[in-house]
């Protein structure tokens, strides 16, 4: 994409019952909502959802603002059909939960939907990108699929491990300040920035906003509150410009 098209478009409206401007379609084994641009492009990005799921309206959200941008987007099912967590849901249960939807789990399901993008959307150029849950998915692939050309991981977790580190491709990290997940204080960002830098041989980049929570870059307008604004467009845009430096 060129430099003169138009500026990133931090929200498209206002919507509390937001739906999606896609369309959800079967690609094998996989559920998936696919929203496509307004002009022919052989450029995509896979949008992995957090543990809310793909049908999660604040993701379907996101795959919507990156079509807008000129890509096709996806946003496969990678719990293949398993419950998704809910508001109603409890946290000591949650590492049970998360036993059969492992984030490090995904490479059959990414390359199908690789294919699918490939002979069916003729995509030349793939990136990724994911959001907690699909964060620490989006590392991994960085680690194990050549044919991403780059990925851009929000809040992922990061688990220490040195054979982690050695990314393929492009990676973007990006995180909130104020994470009850992920703290800057503690030890995840700190440590992922030093095994980057010993083990890493490709362009990456770690930026963390002042103040932010958990799950702040998904936010739709409604949710977003006016001090935490800019700083979700900030996050959205890097996201993009990254995306458009190497997709």
């Known amino acids: 994409m060129t430099s003169d098209v138009q500026p990133f478009l931090y929200d498209i409206g206002k919507r509390t019952d937001y739906v999606g401007l896609g369309h959800e379609e079967q690609v094998e084994h ?11 492009t052989d450029k995509a990005v896979i949008v992995i959802h957090d543990i809310y799921g793909w049908q ?9 603002l990156v079509a807008a941008e000129g890509y096709i ?4 099912d990678f719990f293949l059909g398993k419950k998704p967590w809910t508001s109603a849901d409890h946290w000591a249960e949650f590492r049970d939960w998360l036993k059969d939807r492992d984030p ?4 059959r399901e990414a390359d199908v939907v690789l294919k699918y993008l490939q002979e069916q959307c003729s995509a030349k150029k793939i990136g990724v990108i994911g959001f907690s849950w699909g964060g620490m998915a989006v590392h991994h692939l960085m680690l ?21 580190y050695n990314l393929l491709n492009p990676t973007f990290f990006i ?3 104020k994470d009850h997940t992920i703290s800057y204080d503690q030890v995840s960002i700190i440590l992922l920035e030093k095994k980057l830098k010993q083990y890493c041989q490709v362009e990456y980049r770690i930026k963390v906003y002042p103040g932010q929570v958990h799950g702040f870059a998904e936010l739709k307008p409604d949710d977003m509150k006016p001090r935490d604004k800019p700083y979700i467009e900030e996050a959205r845009k890097d996201m993009m410009n990254w995306l458009k430096t190497y997709v």
């Open 104 to 107: 490090t789990k995904v490479d």
């Open 73 to 76: 987007a996806i946003c496969p």
């Open 56 to 64: 999660f309206p604040d993701i379907r959200y996101i795959a919507d």
């Open 30 to 40: 996989i559920k998936a909502y696919v929203c496509k641009p307004s002009s022919v």
């Open 175 to 177: 995180f909130g300040g």
């Open 144 to 164: 194990k699929n050549p044919e991403l050309k780059t990925g851009v991981s929000l809040y992922g977790i990061i688990r220490d491990s040195d054979d982690r």
